[in-house]
């Protein structure tokens, strides 16, 4: 199968959310009781339950790292947690990413981030990190977060693909891979952490890395 467009969620998949979250929350509150994946599972819950109506990423972010605090015993002021929202564009990219997008792109697939964040963040941290893409569609523009499927219908539209012409690469069973099942646009889970497959999930591709799915798209580029 040939693929045009290749489409990608950006924090956990290109951007090391687990390592800018856990980052910036040390910054702040010194030594916490967890670390990596705990920490990460109750950071994802609580920022799922946030997203469940639409609010400005920013404020999603405030009141998620509030909430984790909290839950942690811990007590974050409210400015910081506010700088705690203003950093994502300083979180670190996958030492894979960039190499990726750029090989990508010579083989010819067109390049699109749809990210649950503001405009902001986002153009921020495509700035700072040389991310090479064609186009982006963030949850400010279509006022909903992933797994709705807003941003793969705001994408078909500006760019006019079919379902058959698309890959969807990304980290988050949840956010990413579940909605484009059910949309029936193929997938590609990138599976950093090595998680179990949940059932039912059924991700044409499933690999450890973008450098290791490089491998596979080379035999697909249009």
Not at 8 to 26: A, K, P, S
Not at 37 to 42: D, G, V
Not at 184 to 207: D, F, H, K, Q
Request: charged content about 25%; hydrophobic content about 35%; glycine content about 8%.
């Amino acid at each position: 199968m040939k693929y045009r467009y290749l489409t990608f969620d950006c924090y956990g998949t290109l951007i090391d959310w687990r390592t800018g979250i856990e980052q910036e929350i040390r910054g702040v509150l010194g030594d916490i009781p967890v670390r990596g994946r705990e920490l990460l599972a109750k950071y994802a819950e609580a920022e799922a339950a946030e997203e469940r109506t639409y609010k400005k990423y920013s404020e999603v972010l405030r009141r998620t790292v509030l909430a984790v605090s909290g839950e942690l015993g811990m007590k974050m002021s409210n400015e910081a947690a506010i700088r705690f929202a203003a950093s994502v564009p300083r979180w670190p990219a996958f030492s894979d990413t960039g190499r990726f997008l750029r090989d990508m792109g010579s083989l010819g697939f067109k390049r699109y981030i749809l990210s649950n964040v503001d405009n902001d963040l986002l153009e921020e941290t495509i700035k700072r990190n040389g991310l090479q893409v064609e186009g982006t569609v963030t949850a400010e523009e279509v006022g909903s977060y992933k797994p709705r499927p807003g941003h793969w219908t705001r994408f078909m539209q500006r760019s006019g693909a079919r379902e058959e012409d698309v890959l969807h690469i990304a980290q988050s069973v949840y956010h990413d891979i579940v909605p484009t099942q059910e949309l029936g646009i193929s997938s590609a889970w990138v599976n950093r952490y090595g998680e179990p497959m949940p059932r039912g999930v059924c991700p044409l591709y499933v690999t450890d890395s973008l450098a290791h799915l490089a491998e596979v798209l080379n035999e697909l580029a249009p």
